[in-house]
């Protein structure tokens, strides 16, 4: 719990020195016009693909296959649509990873690999019916 604390901490202050400097070189209302329209431009591209990622899911369902990609790309939009929500640069570029498809296949292996390792813990159960 410390060491995410900790990264929140760091987090929070590499986007207020970000915020500086992006301030001191295009001016206040420049920054924050960018930050609105990073932010507007982002919930769109969130809810297009959020859409998308909810048919994959509905159509993998219905071809009888598991969703389990499908889910995962659902999960990782939903997180980018929330880092679009706070303001700052950083989260910003983050959010356009998690959220555009080419980039999210990053995102995918790790994912993987965590939810395998819950599952071999037996910290993570699936329930089958």
């Known amino acids: 719990m410390k060491k995410l604390f900790s990264i929140c901490i760091a987090f929070v ?14 001016g206040i209302l420049s920054t ?9 431009f982002g919930a769109m ?3 297009k ?18 969703p ?7 999960f ?6 929330v880092l679009f929500l706070l303001p700052g640069f950083l989260t910003d570029i983050i959010a356009f990873t ?18 395998r390792k819950k599952m071999k813990n037996s910290e993570m159960i699936i329930i089958q019916r």
Do not use: C, H
């Open 45 to 47: 591209l969130t809810k």
């Open 68 to 74: 389990g990609q499908a889910v995962i790309d659902a």
């Open 76 to 81: 990782l939009v939903f997180l980018g649509g």
């Open 98 to 115: 998690l959220v555009l498809p080419w980039t999210r296949r990053l995102y995918k292996p790790m994912i993987l690999e965590w939810i």
């Open 13 to 26: 202050l590499i986007e207020i020195a970000i915020f500086i400097v992006v301030g001191n070189w295009l």
């Open 32 to 40: 924050l016009l960018l930050i609105v329209l990073a932010s507007l």
């Open 49 to 66: 693909q959020g859409l998308e990622s909810v048919q994959n899911i509905q159509n993998s369902i219905r071809r009888g296959e598991p």
